[in-house]
């Protein structure tokens, strides 16, 4: 049982790197669910995962909506900017 009104979920994925066949890159991205914590809900307890707690079936989540960032942000081609 979910015990605050917000969720916070995070999504790991491995994908193969660009630079490097051998190597393998992970994207962690944070989510915080702030409507439609019913549907998580409802995903959590009716879809069946295997061993891993993998989904059995692709659960997706399509045109969600984003919130707009607070700031602006960039990213710097030096090492130490």
Request: hydrophobic residues 35%; contains cysteine.
């Amino acid at each position: 049982m979910l015990s605050s009104e917000r969720l916070l979920l995070t999504l790991l994925t491995i994908l193969p790197s660009p630079l490097c066949s051998s190597s393998l890159l992970a994207l962690i991205c944070n989510f915080q669910v702030v409507e439609g914590l019913d549907l998580v809900q409802h995903i959590e307890k009716n879809v069946r995962t295997d061993k891993s707690d993998k989904p059995m079936t692709p659960v997706v989540i399509d045109k969600c909506g984003e919130l707009p960032l607070q700031r602006s942000y960039e990213v710097s081609n030096s090492e130490y900017e």
